[in-house]
């Protein structure tokens, strides 16, 4: 790594701010590794990041949970991260109300897969991200949907629908996509930024602006 650096003609006071700010964070991590329910590797964790019921969470090899992050363990199938899964900075994980009140499915997340700053991710509903998905930033994904046909009572009293959603691997989802209760991003697709995903999407797609447009496909001949 410090070789790669040099490389890049990063100074020496980069580096070793950059080796201290890695090492304090892997210091928090080996705090909060005892009360995981399954930890392999190094955990990073960044300063401010919030993660409750701990011990429905298992954590693969090099998982970061970037400053400011909130993941909420308290749900049915727990959250499972992968090896070198990133959880970017502000992001929050919320599966169940903050009381208890409802408890949602949970999230599994695979190898290499990464959600950047300021991402919403309500599972509960499941999620199921695959292996190498890049997540950008202010992306919202809701796996949970409120009923609404009866108009003689309020939505609230309703109840909700949980579909479920699932992203399959190596797809890149741009900053401040929206994607919806139900859906299922195919392997390989590109999803643009702004993006309001509502329906399935076929694998190695490429999918553009807010009225869900098929640009083209990535395996065109």
């Given at each position: ?9 990063i100074s ?25 329910k ?12 919030r993660i ?5 969470i ?13 993941v ?9 991260f ?9 992001t929050m ?20 897969s ?6 919403y991710i309500?599972?509960?509903g ?23 046909n ?7 009293s ?38 309001i995903?509502?329906k ?22």
């Amino acid at each position: 790594m410090l070789e790669k650096m040099d490389k890049m003609n990063i100074s020496k006071l980069d580096i070793l701010l950059i080796i201290i700010n890695t090492s304090i964070k892997i210091i928090r991590g080996l705090i909060i590794k005892p009360f995981l329910k399954k930890s392999k590797g190094l955990l990073f964790v960044g300063k401010g990041a919030r993660i409750s019921h701990k011990h429905n969470i298992i954590a693969g090899k090099n998982v970061k949970f970037e400053q400011n992050s909130e993941v909420q363990g308290l749900s049915k199938k727990g959250l499972i991260f992968g090896d070198n899964v990133t959880i970017g900075n502000s992001t929050m994980i919320r599966p169940s109300s903050y009381y208890g009140v409802e408890i949602g499915e949970g999230l599994k997340m695979g190898n290499n897969s990464s959600i950047g700053p300021l991402g919403y991710i309500g599972c509960a509903g499941y999620i199921d991200i695959g292996q190498n998905v890049m997540i950008g930033p202010k992306v919202s994904i809701f796996a949970e949907n409120h009923s609404f046909n009866d108009v003689n009572t309020t939505i609230k009293s309703q109840g909700v629908v949980r579909k479920g959603v699932k992203i399959e691997d190596d797809c890149w989802i741009g900053s401040s996509v929206i994607i919806l209760d139900g859906v299922v991003v195919g392997k390989g697709s590109v999803i643009g930024a702004g993006t309001i995903v509502s329906k399935d999407v076929p694998a190695y797609s490429i999918v553009i602006d807010k009225r869900e447009k098929l640009l083209r496909a990535r395996m065109e001949k």
